[in-house]
């Protein structure tokens, strides 16, 4: 993790967004589970890696995200697009890409199709006076509405965990009611405690947005992350 901070600073001393596999990979140094994510640079290396994750036991759709750095909101920008189906879906949304965003597009990530659940955000931002805070939230599109949110200052102890979740008004959605179970809430927390210890390890952290993660009954995958060095 601290190699992949390091490498970032030295090429950018100013800091900024890591690219999308540095991202990825300091996720997996945390156990935070970003779900699966290949880079492609041209269509059909996105048609290769969108045929592989179609074999790869979900419903077979795939999701394209246009990457360029310092990108801020992909959707806004129209540089997502889910339920690919076809090779063919893969290669057009590519060139669609290519055409809407130039020569600042560096490549496209290609992940599986997520199945729905109730979309959080988790991360960190660092306050002036004390240092990193974990924050949990209502995420996805409801982020800006409802703005629903608990935040606890790092090293998080054991309490934390369970009593961020009850913070949120939201919690009710992911606690179950008769005929629908509860959401993973341990892997819930696991993300909490992951994103403790790497606001602890790694203070060049200034943000680290997860967002969403899609929590359900069985799991809890984050499908879109962002993390800013300085
Ligand atoms: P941004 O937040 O930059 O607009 P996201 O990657 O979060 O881009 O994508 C926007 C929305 O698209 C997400 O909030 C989620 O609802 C949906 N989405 C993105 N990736 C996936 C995926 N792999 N599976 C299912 N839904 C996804
Ligand atoms: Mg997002």
């Avoid at 004390?130 to 995420?139: N, R, S």
């Avoid at 959605?173 to 927390?189: E, M």
Wanted: charged share 20%.
């Amino acid at each position: 993790a601290r190699r992949i901070v390091d490498a970032h600073l030295a090429e950018h001393p100013a800091g900024g967004w890591l690219d999308p596999l540095a991202t990825a990979t300091l996720l997996a140094c945390y156990g935070l589970p970003l779900t699966t994510t290949v880079w492609a640079r041209d269509p059909h290396s996105a048609v290769v890696a969108a045929r592989a994750l179609r074999h790869d036991g979900h419903d077979g759709r795939t999701v394209l995200k246009a990457y360029w750095p310092d990108q801020v909101h992909k959707s806004a920008a129209g540089a997502v697009r889910t339920g690919l189906r076809t090779d063919r879906d893969v290669r057009d949304t590519y060139r669609e890409f290519t055409a809407a965003f130039g020569d600042r597009m560096a490549g496209v990530v290609v992940q599986p199709m997520a199945a729905p659940g109730v979309e959080l955000l988790a991360g960190l931002v660092q306050d002036q006076v004390f240092g990193p805070l974990v924050v949990l939230g209502l995420g996805g599109t409801a982020t800006d509405v409802l703005d629903d949110r608990a935040a606890r200052l790092a090293p998080l102890t054991d309490l934390d965990l369970p009593e961020m979740v009850a913070g949120l008004r939201a919690a009710a959605l992911l606690s179950g009611r008769p005929g629908s179970p509860p959401v993973d809430l341990p892997a819930i927390h696991r993300i909490l405690a992951g994103l403790s210890r790497m606001a602890d390890d790694l203070p060049q952290i200034a943000e680290a947005d997860l967002n969403p993660v899609i929590a359900r009954p069985d799991g809890v995958l984050c499908v879109d992350a962002r993390i800013r060095v300085e």
